[in-house]
């Protein structure tokens, strides 16, 4: 049963019980809540539309390469939201429900005071609606997915993996994978979070896996993005013109650069940025992909806090076994301590002042209690 309470502002009680044990019995209350589009264009066929003819595409338009937004907002949030961003064949849903069925980090985060905003990039889940043809490509990849993110060595979990090892959330990970219906385009996607960002103010952005690269992007183009919190970027990591230490071979592949603009690079020393990497990183190069593709990125992620700390930044990367915290995956927000992976997050933007609550509005009438059974 779900019983809601009607205030002014269309304020919603939703008494949700969940399985975290510090947080379990406790309501969390929502005090809006909606979703919209933000970027993306359309374009026209030439000619006149005729409604006697609905099915000739002349004069008719399509309208696509937009990204989805879902947003809640707690009772008196922190000023500062957060934006969710997640990484290649994903969605949105990776920061929701857990595959075994524990709050992610959406619930986490609302719990804790923020406002989330979670994103659907263009070309992908909710937003998949593109402006041109695409032949979407499937495969096989579950097993290469599993050993990529680091649960283990397939079938094999790694030791002290933090994943939930039971067949059935394993399925629902696996479930949760969502293609590409267009290319890839960093530019788009970094222009619909900058958008996004236009229209909510200022904010904090968390990325993950390939979201990173779009979350440089995206703050140099908006200086409304006030903090980056990056859960393992994959690369495409931007260095000054001429400072590009080239790319990096593993035996995963080719790991590379981007060279911007000094000018561009300069705005990212402007904020705090925080890089996470989890366990089952070998400590050197080896000739296992599913290791040696991450060995390669934390070196390289490393090479850049470097160098936007050479120019005055404040980027830290955080190598999780380097603190005590053992066992994480790829996808450490869906782990067993993805409480204790939030609260790294927490004194992260605590210590940069970002857990300030909103000036709060004159109380207004409470209207008559409603309930929904």
């Known amino acids: 049963m779900i019983k809601m309470r009607k205030f002014s502002l269309l304020s919603v009680v939703v008494f949700a019980f969940f399985a975290s044990n510090d947080l379990q019995g406790k309501p969390l209350i929502i005090d809006k809540q909606g979703s919209f589009f933000v970027g993306g264009k359309s374009i026209k066929i030439k000619g006149k539309y005729d409604s006697k003819r609905w099915g000739n595409p002349q004069g008719q338009t399509r309208h696509g390469d937009h990204a989805y937004i ?7 949030p ?5 934006v969710f961003l997640h990484g290649a064949g994903q969605s949105g849903k990776c920061w929701e429900t857990t595959p075994d069925g524990r709050d992610g980090f959406q619930n986490i985060f609302l719990r804790h005071g923020y406002s989330v905003y979670i994103i659907d990039q263009p070309r992908r889940g909710r937003a998949g609606l593109g402006l041109h043809n695409y032949t979407i490509k499937t495969a096989n990849i579950d097993q290469f997915c599993f050993d990529i993110f680091r649960f283990g ?3 094999n979990y790694y030791k002290n993996v933090q994943f939930p090892t039971d ?10 994978t969502t293609p590409n219906t267009g290319e890839q385009n960093r530019k788009l996607i970094a222009d619909s979070i900058s958008e996004l960002f236009n229209k909510i103010g200022d904010g904090i952005l968390i990325t993950h896996s390939q979201g990173g690269e779009n979350g440089w992007y995206a703050a140099m183009a908006s200086s409304k993005i006030k903090a980056i919190v990056a859960i393992e970027p994959s690369g495409g990591f931007p260095f000054p013109e001429g400072e590009c230490p080239g790319i990096i071979r593993s035996s995963s592949g080719i790991l590379r650069t981007t060279s911007v603009n000094k000018n561009e690079f300069m705005k990212l020393t ?3 940025i925080v890089m996470y990497y989890g ?3 070998p400590p050197k190069a080896n000739d296992i992909p599913g290791q040696d ?18 120019y005055g930044g404040k980027a830290v990367v955080v190598h999780l076994p380097k603190i005590g915290v053992f066992g994480n995956t790829h996808f450490m927000f869906m782990d067993k301590n993805n409480e204790k992976i939030a609260d790294l997050i927490f004194a992260f933007l605590r210590k940069n002042g970002f857990e300030k609550r909103k000036i709060k509005e004159e109380p207004k009438k409470q209207k008559k209690l409603l309930k929904i059974n």
């Open 279 to 281: 366990d089952n990183i």
């Open 167 to 176: 067949a059935d959330s394993l399925n629902q990970f696996f479930c949760q």
């Open 78 to 82: 922190y000023r500062y939201p957060v």
């Open 153 to 155: 060595l397939w079938p």
């Open 270 to 272: 402007k904020i705090p």
């Open 70 to 76: 879902f947003y809640q907002i707690p009772q008196n």
């Open 293 to 310: 593709n991450w060995y390669q990125r934390l070196v390289m992620a490393k090479k850049w806090a470097a160098t936007i700390n050479r």
